[in-house]
């Protein structure tokens, strides 16, 4: 099972001992704070996901996601659920969608491992127009 949670406005995902950050970072990140080396490259209009070399302790903070993906494929598919593609950053109205469990009135985080294996498996088509009706809203 892989964790899936945030690191400085980016998704921070763990499979198998390795990270991947996907999306670019909204606010400055302290890397070695976090327990990563800082990133080479990190633009994800070029590349939407990066390898990241541990340096230390990683933490998940208060709430994260579970999910079956594992590795790159992991990595490939939180950024076509996640990051907009004009600007490579993570939406957050689709992250609060998916850690809320769809409670969209609530502006808290719950606790804990939220079971999202349901995202690796539902179809990318029915995906888009789930992200497309979201990204549409104000």
Known sequence: ?????RLAGAILAESHGEYFLVGNTKSPCDWKAAGFEP???LDALQA???RLAR?????????????????EGLARALAQRFVIERNGSVSDRLWRLVIQ???TESTD???????A???GAIP???WQIVRDTVLRCL
Request: no cysteine; aromatic share 6%.
């Open 124 to 126: 990318a088509p029915l």
């Open 1 to 5: 099972m892989a964790r899936v949670g």
């Open 48 to 50: 939407p996901f990066v």
């Open 55 to 71: 340096h230390g302790e990683v933490s998940f903070g208060t709430s994260h996601l579970v999910l079956d993906l594992e590795g």
């Open 39 to 41: 990133p080479v490259a």
């Open 109 to 115: 985080e719950p606790e804990g491992a939220v079971d």
């Open 101 to 103: 469990r769809g409670d």
């Open 117 to 119: 294996r349901w995202l």
